[in-house]
């Protein structure tokens, strides 16, 4: 059981009420069908595969996310990468590096992301 | 001293004459500069840096160069990869990964990539 | 005469003063040759061919908007789709759609403009 | 039962042995896992979905891989798309539209795949 | 009269005939509107505007064409820009520049081009 | 000296005090190394370089920009390029040209933030 899956699928909480997970919350009433592929396809099953650790997930979605600047799942990813055993030190890093592949716009806005997130000045 | 050196910044071959790196064979007498930099900031100090391993470094260049949709950099950065330790399983796990961030064109065009450079039919 | 036509090119109102067209109105004291052209060549030729219906046009056109991420835009032709013909239905299929051939990213953010437009909580 | 079937998910021809889906040939030796998903979620579950119609699933497929400059991927949604009940002269008004929404290179390019799949010179 | 129009609309020879224009000849038989629209509308009108010197739109153009990766285009404009008074030396410096804000992949693809049309080894 | 070097790399003011560089305040805290390189290499070395002019690269920047839609990006830079010698109307003209390479919402887009730079209604 990983850190990713709290924050995703429908949960259990204490009460014994299932929980809608994010993707119901956020997309479930408009795209009922895209919810459901996030929590069954993308996070149940994908996210699950043994072949790649989840912190080497996060890795790899950041640095796309980065790269297609996508700042708005950027924000969520770097939360779930802290969650999934990535340092602060390591997603700076990541970025840095990016700067040289996907051009330095994309790093500054990324920068801006994860000052935001790590509740930097 | 990495795997990544060899392939890349200007080595000294065994009998003591200077090889030319791999920027400065593809671009040095059109781009001289860009070959400098390459050499000198992206893998003279930007890959050298120990914040992120290189093995983690290769596995974030290629998910942006699938997400990015890069297939010539791609080649030589799977090659690269496999040197710096990451598995075959790794990479098509990432490549699967990446299917559901930059979309199925990206994957599958990297899948083709992948299949010629592990040499499989 | 189609729906497209009333929000784009200069029209007339009832009391017979021209009215100017949403190309003006945004840009035309900044760039008035792009205003000129988004009246009289986009939306004056082009949406007015017979080749492809303006349902189509709008199925198209939303499809490249959230390919290419582009919110600001994606709003608007989301609210001419649903003048042209297009369901809010085949909308968010067409989002989920998407989903595989750009990405998740661009179809989570698509249906944030689309849940917004169609005024779902 | 659709025209974009045949070409896609396993199917089992006429003297009962089962045939591989395109999907196998081309990736299931590499990336067996894509290959699967390519099959059952995006051939067997989504263009499957009634919500839009195959032949609107080509149109907005075709104008997302000329949008995001996806040549290889484009030569073969122009086939199934005149499989699925487009023609022609709708492929190529879709380009002409495109033009104007992913840039002229975008559809310049595109001209040169549907050109080369219509079989003219 | 400008460098960009012999290859570009129609041009009437010595002798009299009329000679298609290079968009006529690539795309005249498949996509006729838009043959049309390059040689009257982007041609004919755009780059025929004084606002920018055909030199600053070779500039400009080749610029993006490198942030896009769209190479093929690229080839074309590298020798109009050539033939609108740009130096080998300025296209280059664009490239380097441009590996900073597009990425260097984008950058070594271009040098790559620029190598071919220079016919440098 | 450049009109872009007052507003990047740290300048030493009139009291004698050094001040940190736009990259320092906006990155240093976050991502140092990005910050160093930003004002290293970008501007201390790139943009000083006599290849192409200040006026130049402000140009191929501002492309692009407006074409990869960077409007964060494009703000800054639209202003530096005033700075560096373009016009407003060279400016408006690359956005309207690049309209045709980007695709209009790019455009579209970058009008905005012209016009907001610019300081018009």
């Known amino acids: 059981m990983g850190h990713a899956q709290s924050n995703t699928p429908a949960a259990t909480d204490k009460t014994g009420t299932q929980q809608q997970s994010r993707a119901q919350q956020l997309m479930g009433a408009t795209a009922p069908k895209l919810a459901e592929l996030t929590d069954n396809v993308l996070y149940g099953d994908i996210w699950e595969r ?22 708005d799942q950027l924000r969520s990813h770097i939360k779930l990468g802290l969650q999934n055993g990535l340092t602060k030190d390591e997603i700076v890093e990541t970025i840095t590096h990016m700067a040289f592949y ?12 994860a000052k935001d997130v790590f509740g930097q000045k």
């Open 50 to 71: 043994p072949g790649l650790s989840k912190r080497d997930r996060s890795l790899v979605t950041i640095s796309a996310l980065i790269a297609l600047n996508r700042p």
């Open 102 to 113: 996907s051009g330095w716009p994309t790093a500054v806005s990324a920068v801006a992301v």
